[in-house]
């Protein structure tokens, strides 16, 4: 997905663009396959977005209003083919190719060019190319992390991590202890109440669930990503709010998973149909692993050992840049990154390189993407200028900073960020945040939606380089694309 949006933004400015992809197809791991390794990454059979249709759309490219609420992963692999053929971004590709190595080129110190060292994935041959600048598109989602725990080399039971389940075949009848109560969590242990024996779901500080479908039957990220939310209101009143909403569709406490850190301290987990597994007995929430044994486990509390068939952890991943050396760009300990706005290593002389989708909003990556890549096409344009490595220095600290006061730590808050207050810091950055208080004046009815109504990402094209003129019908309109699938006359 990120390395469509970089294609479009270079295709947009004229720029010469060349994508290597080392598999055989594009989608990334939107691209449902039955082995997935950290090689090719992929979603499960069952996976449904968690972000609505309207909320992931690509800014000048509205999902048919055919397409349902919420999209099967076929459907959101389906889009993405939509918008690449629509912008004529697939002939850019260059399949089986996967980048090994990137240096400074010779004369970086002038230019700022780089090379690249590609291997093509199915003869073995190594070439190499210099570019004026790169995009790095690789995903976060690729490197499965598994803990360790006492006595796990004692327990004799299958384990898996959640990237490698795909269905829930061969799980019937088994008793199969989850661990992590992220989106993979959640989504395997609904799915896998269905026929399992006894699904246990383990988690060692709680979880808030986040349903689809929020109040008055609108998308959970329809209803709460709105700039009056977050700019008017104050955070904790939202927090507190937030907190009643979730409640209400399910008491956290009494379901036995409620976390002590507020709702936003968290990567949102949006599941629906756990709280019905929860209280048929299905799925049992549990607290933290304490130790393994032979055949089970015993949690933090417990006294007795529960049996267990089958363990997956469903415990996140580890970010990496294989191909980068760690003075371009070094991960530390606990997944920790630190670029500016999450797309420049800050020290570097020349800015012609920047990661692309490696951010955990609290809404869609697909609009966050396709922001980065324009911004970094500005960039390299000369129509955005960076600040000095000083002052992204201190915005790095600064990010950081906000991160150790507002999130849990954990390694997966590494690169959390809130959705549109980031979408806007990057857009000011080249031009394309709306002027809502012109708009306020000029143009009162877009005005309502764009301030008290969803953050839709066509609000990046309404004025700015590249704004398209579609976007103001885009934005009045996305009701109708909303529910449309919905209709079949019995609502008039
Ligand atoms: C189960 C699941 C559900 C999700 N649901 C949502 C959702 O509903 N909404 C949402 O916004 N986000 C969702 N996400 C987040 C998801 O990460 C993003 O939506 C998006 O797929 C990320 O796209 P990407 O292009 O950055 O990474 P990827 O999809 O991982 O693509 C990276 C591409 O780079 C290629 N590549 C990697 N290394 C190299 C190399 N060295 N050389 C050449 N090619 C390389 C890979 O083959 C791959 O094609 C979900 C994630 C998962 C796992
Ligand atoms: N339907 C969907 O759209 C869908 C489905 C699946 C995944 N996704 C996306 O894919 C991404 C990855 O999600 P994910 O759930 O696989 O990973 P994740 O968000 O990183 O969650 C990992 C979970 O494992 C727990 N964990 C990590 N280390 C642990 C340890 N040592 N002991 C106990 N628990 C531990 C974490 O708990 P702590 O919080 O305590 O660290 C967290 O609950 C996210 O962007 C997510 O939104 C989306």
Redesign the pocket.
Known sequence: ???LTAIKACKEENLDVVC????GE?????RYHENSDDR??S??KS?M???SKEM?AFSDFPPPSEFPTYLHHSTVLKYLEMYAENFDLLGSITYY????EIIPSEDYGTTGKWLVKVRNTRSDESREEIFDGLMV??????YHYTPTYPNLDLYTGKSLHSSRYKTNLGMEEQRVLIIGAG??GVDIAAELANVSKKVYLSSRRGVWIYPRLFDKSKPMDVSLHRRYNVTVLPSSYMEKKLEKSLNKKMDHKKFGIKPYHPVTSQTPTVNDEIQYKLLTGAVTAKKDVKEFSQNGVLFDGEEEITPIDVVIFATGFYIKF??LTDDILRVGKNNKVLLYKNMFPPQLKHHTLAV??LVQPNG???PV?ELQSRCFVAVMTNKCRLPSTEKMLASVRATEGFRARNYVQSPRHSIDTPWIPYMDDIAEMFGVKPNLAAMAVKDPKLFRICFFGPCLPYQYRLTGPHKWEGARDAILNYKNRLYEHLKNGREK
């Not at 598109?137 to 690729?142: A, E, I, S």
């Open positions: 997905m990120s390395g290597y992809e080392k598999s594009f989608g990334g791991l939107w090719f990454p979603i499960m996976t977005s968690n972000t992931s190719q996967e980048v090994v598109c690789n995903g976060h989602l690729g989106n993979s294989p191909f692309i989708g869609s990556v697909f993407a």
